[in-house]
């Protein structure tokens, strides 16, 4: 079993701990906003190390879309090249757990149709779009294989 390292971000790591501590029945939802979220496990590509990543959950006929906007930020979050070399990950939505397999989404309508859902799901991801230039990668892991 790789050793598990919290992310540096310290309100990352705290929901985290929360979350997971839970069983996944406290600290589910994105701060103030009330909006549901999932933590992604998933390894490190250099330290092979167990990572674990909150994100928004957005749904699409149950499978989830996990969305790398890191707040518009001019890059993409490391977890996007760590699920790039390791695309095999644990969705922990509430007290649901998933061993799962994601993949980027590349093709412009599926893209297209995945996104609209996502920013339904959280409107701030198209202000996150917005505002950076480069396209805010998207996945999909699907429940079905
Ligand atoms: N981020 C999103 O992108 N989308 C969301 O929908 C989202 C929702 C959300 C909800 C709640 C919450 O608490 C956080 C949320 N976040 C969301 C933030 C998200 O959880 C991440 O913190 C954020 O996207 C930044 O991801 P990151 O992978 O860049 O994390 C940073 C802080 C981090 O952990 N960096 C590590 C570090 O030490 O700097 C690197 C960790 C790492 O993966 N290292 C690799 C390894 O091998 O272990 C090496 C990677 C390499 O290539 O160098």
Do not use: H
Request: charged share 25%.
């Amino acid at each position: 079993m790789s050793k598990y390292i919290p992310s540096p971000a310290n309100w990352v790591a705290e929901q985290v701990e929360l979350y997971e501590g839970s069983g996944g029945t406290q600290g589910t939802t994105l701060k103030d906003s009330g909006l549901p979220v999932v933590i992604v496990t998933l390894r490190g590509r250099k330290t092979g190390a167990v990572r674990k990543t909150p994100l928004m959950r957005a749904v699409d006929d149950g499978n989830y879309i996990l969305v790398a906007s890191m707040g518009g930020a001019p890059k993409n979050p490391v977890w996007y090249y760590n699920l790039k070399a390791d695309p095999n990950v644990e969705i922990r939505d509430e007290t649901n757990v998933f061993d799962i397999r994601v993949r980027e989404i590349s093709v412009s309508n599926e893209k297209q149709r995945l996104w609209d859902i996502a920013v339904a799901a959280y409107p701030p991801y198209q202000e996150y779009q917005d505002k950076t230039d480069r396209v805010i990668p998207v996945f999909i892991a699907e429940q079905s294989s």
